[in-house]
């Protein structure tokens, strides 16, 4: 966990004086969103509006943070979203998680070819975006609170918000990244 808080870190020499309203992390057993977290608290002036995004298969912080326990999660199909495909969230992250998430989104995986595609368009941006199947959600999460007028109230997220998706993974297993954006 130790070396994602140092991801907070660059990110926030990066961003300068720039305040980050909304931070949308991806969790598994919640080790990298706890990291990001404890991260946001040490180097961020503000706190952002924090959102959990998992499989929604495997969404063990979810059901832990509605219940205000860890909750195990009995997995009965492996996500696409493999990395996050978890059961149960580990208690150390556990102890952060549970006092600094209100809010938690899960995903089936029917967007991520889909989305892998689209940031793999060099049209989409300057640089061609090679970003994994654990490496959408935020951005699918992102575009699904956007549509929702009701979600967007309940997160004040509007046009001057100024989130941060983390993307942690490119192309890690080539094979299935090809042939995941060619479908």
């Given at each position: 966990m130790a070396g994602y808080t140092v991801m907070m870190k660059e990110i926030v020499d990066q961003i300068g004086k720039?305040?980050?309203?909304?931070?949308?992390?991806q969790a598994g057993v919640g080790g990298m969103a706890a990291a990001m977290i404890a991260g946001v608290a040490r180097y961020?002036?503000?706190?952002p509006i924090s959102i959990?995004?998992?499989?929604?298969?495997?969404?063990?912080?979810?059901?832990?943070?509605?219940?205000?326990?860890i909750e195990k999660i009995d997995i009965k199909s492996e996500s696409l979203m493999g990395g996050m495909s978890c059961g149960e969230v580990s208690l150390v992250?556990?102890?952060?998680?549970?006092?600094?998430i209100k809010y938690c989104i899960s995903?089936?995986?029917?967007?991520?070819?889909?989305?892998?595609?689209?940031?793999g368009n060099a049209n989409f941006s300057n640089d061609?975006?090679?970003?994994?199947?654990?490496?959408?959600?935020?951005?699918?999460?992102?575009?699904?609170?956007?549509?929702?007028?009701?979600?967007k109230e309940k997160i004040k997220?509007?046009?001057?918000?100024?989130?941060?998706?983390?993307?942690?993974?490119?192309?890690?297993?080539?094979?299935m990244y090809q042939k995941l954006i060619n479908l």
């Amino acid at each position: 966990m130790a070396g994602y808080t140092v991801m907070m870190k660059e990110i926030v020499d990066q961003i300068g004086k720039e305040k980050i309203s909304h931070i949308i992390l991806q969790a598994g057993v919640g080790g990298m969103a706890a990291a990001m977290i404890a991260g946001v608290a040490r180097y961020l002036k503000n706190i952002p509006i924090s959102i959990i995004v998992e499989p929604m298969s495997a969404a063990c912080v979810m059901e832990s943070i509605k219940s205000g326990k860890i909750e195990k999660i009995d997995i009965k199909s492996e996500s696409l979203m493999g990395g996050m495909s978890c059961g149960e969230v580990s208690l150390v992250p556990w102890e952060i998680l549970k006092s600094s998430i209100k809010y938690c989104i899960s995903l089936p995986d029917d967007d991520i070819a889909k989305t892998m595609k689209l940031l793999g368009n060099a049209n989409f941006s300057n640089d061609k975006i090679v970003a994994g199947e654990n490496a959408v959600p935020g951005v699918i999460s992102l575009i699904a609170s956007c549509e929702d007028e009701k979600v967007k109230e309940k997160i004040k997220l509007d046009k001057n918000s100024n989130i941060l998706l983390i993307g942690c993974e490119g192309d890690t297993d080539k094979e299935m990244y090809q042939k995941l954006i060619n479908l």
